[in-house]
């Protein structure tokens, strides 16, 4: 019986901007061939002849030798079988998963903030508690939910104000995103009450939420007036489901942005880490997105409330990762993710990191160096660890499928730069220009 | 009447007598592709494309040349195996030698030494004139790139992809607007392109950013996806189809349809193909005296026409197709694929 055993070897980095995970690299596989492991031992048969011409001391010498060989080879059984019965009680007592965290005090609050998410209706929720939520988990439920509220219904108010004043449709979709876009990148003020609201800043500082988590959140948006390209979209989702606009979650390679279609149909794209309309092109020459996944709508698509939904267990699976680390909790967010969002480019690769932590913890739990040859033929012998060194492979190929490429930090940053260059900023203006043409015409009188 | 209609029925039987000799090839060539996707079996790239350019030339293909040239290029890519290591120590390191070496005849001068003499081997080249044979179809021809080492995107990937089965290796050809491209899949790089007329390995982003690329374009697999041997065959469908049509102004629309219908079965988005059916669709309503019947005929066709630009399906004009593949000499650098150091030597 000859098995291969793939293993992939792969760096474990955390990093970019949408809670991404740690990035499997290039697949290395490797073959290793099973030996049979069944060596028979060596018995030595007697030579028959010796007995016909050797006296009776040649005999009885002989008969000793055989009963000392038989002797070593019964030994020699005993200690296999010995080894193979210890096989077998580590292989039925030994856990194959990750260690729980559930001692922690604080992850109850996680555990809660999954039992509640579980009961929300999948079509139709509101994103601005199922984020609050999300978020007061990893701030172990000290946020103030009244405070949240009202911070949000001011700012719609705000938004509908300054839309009567600039006589924007109040019925118009285009009008409401166009208000919201404003909201997010200019200085406004109301005339009636001389209420002022300053535009969003992003925030270049650890943008990923390597140190500090809470940097991706809407609450720490709303606090600083800076955040990123994760907690930018989210608020603008809130305040959209607030003043009744549509418009939807985007995912590009390591970012997220906004998508709204105007009262013509047409669909647009916001860039609201720098304020802009961004050009379908501008968001290819990322350089980043490969045919593949488009064509399996990983990125560049509107996500729906259900993929939404997948996206908020995603998030709530990053906090608690960061908080406390990899166990199967998180896988079990995760596995609601992915239902939700079969082919959820985030989730998937929550679910790699987590297969792989589970596999490198297997394997240190039975010592067993991965990355040694010689040592994870070993593996062998614990039928569940090749299974998971499978999973492990299996997801890899997933996100392969799928079409993702890595994006590194750097090229990430200089492609958020490049949209900002001469040409992108005039595109965008002639979007805004031609934008504000139709808010105006629905105007009555 | 009856008689009358009989000796029109001859005078026309004489009359297509002719035509229908050149027509024959035609025929042949089509049950050729057709017997091609009917069965697995019988597919062959290489006599897919000679039986439609020996159509078109009405016979008088040089095919002792052309296979001679292609024996003789598949020697050299033997050749070239054997004396290359390549930087690459994946499990596919076998194909991905192979493909680095139809790269090399395709693209890289090469000295070769023939009995203490060396002499050097040109690759192809590009040839600007008349991309898209409009002067003559031979322009587009795999026989003429063979002859005069000068091609385009039409005959250059398909010359590529004839090597590359002549070696045993698969090659699968990719669409962008008026455009034919190379993509391979490997354990290291996943999906990549390769583009024989700037002989560099683009990233995606450079035929997205084109311009004329609706993302709805690629999501459907109008383009930028790695076709399948039947999908290639639909292509080749198309190119006779077309070439009939040069032939055969004013013929009646019968054969361009077949080969189309055939080409949309295999390949159900190919923009090409569909646009072609519906042109050949107009052409017939045109001739439609009845005003009620053309109208409906009409309505017809704007449906054919709406599918296609739902498809995501842009025309992208030709002297913007040119300057979009100079574009990827000048920005280089902004459109190589960085991690193809394997054998991108320049």
Redesign the interface.
Known sequence: MRKIILLLLLPILAFSQVNLPSVPG????Q?YGMPSFENKAKVLVPNTTNTLFGGAEQQKSNQQLIQEVEKRAIEDQKIKQEIHQDIATINASFNYSLPSFSFLPATHYYYEAFERLIQIDTANFSIKNTNFLVENAFYENQQDKEAFDKNIKNSGEFLIAKMKELGYDLNSNSAKNYMLFQFFSETLQLNSNGLKHLPFKYDFEDFQGINDWSKMFVTKLLATKTGQCHSMPLLYLILAEEINAEAYLALSPNHSYIRFPDDNGKWHNIELTNGMFST??SI????Y????A??N?IF?QNLSKKELLSQFYVDLAMGYIRKFGYDEFCAKVIEKALALYPNSINANMVKSNIDTHRFEYVMFKLKINPRDKNQLQNIRYYPKAIELLKEVNQQYDTI?YL?Y?HMPEDAYMQWLQSMHDEKNKQDSEKLAKQFKGTLIKPLKN | MPKSFIYLLLFFNIFFATAQKQDKLFEESYDLLHSMIENDNNYNFKKAIFSVENAYLDGRLDTTFVNSQIDLLQELSNAIINSKILNYE??DKDIVNKRASIFSIMCDTIPIKINDTIYQYHPFGYDFNDVFGHKTRENLFVSKLLETKTGNCHSLPYLYKILCEEIGIDAHLALAPNHVYIKHRS?????YNTELTNKIFP???W???S?FVH?DA????V???ALNNKESIALVLVDLADNYNIKFPDNDGTFVLKCTESAIRCYPNFATALILRAETHYKQIEKIEDKNNYHIALKELEKEYAHIHQLGYRNMPEDMYLNWLVSLKEERS??ENKKMNTFNKN
């Open positions: 290039t697949n290395q596989f073959q379908t092109s290819l020459n990322s350089g997105i490969k045919s593949e488009l064509s709508k560049m392969d079409g490429e | 994946e499990r354990i290291k790089d996943g999906w990233i995606d982003a035929i997205m950013a311009g993302i690629i999501t459907n697999g383009y930028m996806r902004k459109y």
